[in-house]
């Protein structure tokens, strides 16, 4: 399928890239007063309900022909906010924002292999392949021990890193799988995967932490600010990027996502990232920057006025 950029498309792209990277900053806040699993079903049960309220006011359609991917949806609904969320606010616990950005950059690094795997008209040709190699050598840098949080074992923290890694590639797989969808309501299918979601998250939630726990205002705020820019407004942003301007080009937002959960994270939380974080910062860039340059380039010369 061709994709077409216009202006919009990079202003939400842009908008994307910082929210997402002031994102873990925010959940780094939040996990100072409420456990990782109600964390997260708070950000997707407020954002359901806001996007439903937005969908059913608008018409309430979902699927626009007469095929349907009910299973395929559902499958959406799962890794495209519930279980990432799961996992980086649970990982969370034992790296720093900075590192949970910057794991966030190896989405695109992940998409290539998958697109390869499942669409036919995806080619994995040299500079594809030598990107890829690189970018994961940048992955491999960023499990020195120098992202940690407090005197947790080295188990826990070689989980919290592989968490933050999986949360990533569990966006790249919805990133192609969303694509295979059929003509589908952009509104419908934020409000349909953010709801199924939220149904997976609660259970999970009250299964292994109890029943939802007590918390200050302080922190109710925050999780407010969570369901509503990071998950409902961008959960719909990425809809449309993906079925609009494709996986490709939603992977811009790996160069602006790990810069800017850096530089809040320095600036807000004071964290200070060694010398491992730069390098590895620039060789998963210069690793994505390889494997798409043709696809970024062509990109570049779609963009319309």
């Known amino acids: ?66 095929e349907t991917a009910w299973r395929r949806l559902g499958i959406i609904g799962i890794i495209s906010t519930a279980l990432p969320f799961q996992l980086i ?23 290539l292999p998958l697109a390869y795997f499942f669409n036919t008209n995806e080619s994995l040709d040299r500079n594809k392949f030598i990107g ?23 188990i826990l923290i070689t989980l919290g890193k592989s968490a933050c890694i999986l949360a990533a590639f ?53 999780l407010i600010l969570l369901g509503l820019l990071p998950t409902a407004m961008a959960n719909f942003i990425r809809v449309v990027l993906i079925r609009e ?5 939603l992977g811009i937002t790996n160069y602006i996502v790990p810069l800017w959960a850096a530089m809040v994270g320095a600036l807000v939380l004071k964290e200070v990232l060694p010398i491992e974080f730069y390098l590895a910062t620039m060789i998963t860039i210069a690793g994505i920057y390889i494997s798409q340059m043709k696809a970024l380039v062509t990109l570049v010369k779609s963009f319309k006025q």
Request: aromatic share 12%; proline share 5%; hydrophobic share 55%.
């Open 89 to 111: 606010s649970w990982g969370q616990q034992y790296v720093t924002s900075s590192f949970a950005g910057l794991a966030m950059a190896s989405m695109p690094l992940f998409v």
């Open 1 to 66: 399928m061709e994709n077409s950029i216009h202006t919009r498309h990079w202003v939400m792209i842009s908008t994307l890239g910082i929210v997402w990277g002031s994102t873990f900053l925010f959940i780094e806040l939040a996990l100072q007063g409420i456990t990782p699993l109600w964390l997260t079903s708070a950000r997707i049960v407020f954002a359901t309900v806001l996007t439903s309220i937005i969908w059913l006011m608008r018409g309430g359609k979902l699927f626009t022909t007469e």
């Open 132 to 154: 890829l190699i690189i970018g994961f050598l940048g992955i491999v840098i960023l499990f020195s021990p120098d992202f940690t949080l407090g005197d947790d074992t080295s």
């Open 245 to 249: 301007a494709g996986p490709v080009f």
């Open 170 to 222: 569990c966006y790249a797989s919805n990133s192609i799988l969303m694509r295979k969808l059929p003509s589908i309501d952009p509104i419908g299918l934020a409000a349909m995967s953010l709801l199924i979601g939220s149904v997976w998250v609660v259970l999970w939630a009250i299964a292994i932490e109890g029943p939802p726990p007590n918390i200050s205002t302080e922190t109710l705020l925050i």
